[in-house]
């Protein structure tokens, strides 16, 4: 049996691998490393790395269900509103201006003294 602390580690490995691979706009690789780990040992982290690649490839669906999962618990508002702006950013890629404009308020809502993520969004930028 593999231990609680070597399942973290491996689960650390893969997120770090996939961080590399979605820094180098490689979303593809990062997803299929992210893949590798198994669902029950995925981390807040993982899913987040998960849904910021499917943003990025424009899938809103998956962008959405990992969000959902990546956030559970979080209480950190910058990263609740960050996610927002990707899933801003997923409807805006997509056509979705007004689905857009509602998770860019929301993203400025929560964090609107230096978030020029949701600012530029509303812009139109």
Known sequence: ATSGYAKRKYRDIYNAHALSLIMSKDYPAALTALSAIPEAEKSGASFYLQAYARA??????????????????????????????????????????????????????????????????????
């Open 56 to 125: 990025q490839l424009g899938d809103i669906s998956a962008v959405l269900r990992h969000f959902d999962q990546a956030l559970r618990g979080v209480d950190n508002i910058v990263v609740i509103a960050n996610s927002q702006c990707i899933i801003a950013d997923s409807y805006s890629r997509a056509g979705d201006k007004v689905l857009a404009r509602h998770y860019y308020q929301a993203c400025n809502k929560l964090d609107n003294e230096s978030n020029y993520w949701a600012v530029n969004g509303l812009g139109g930028g």
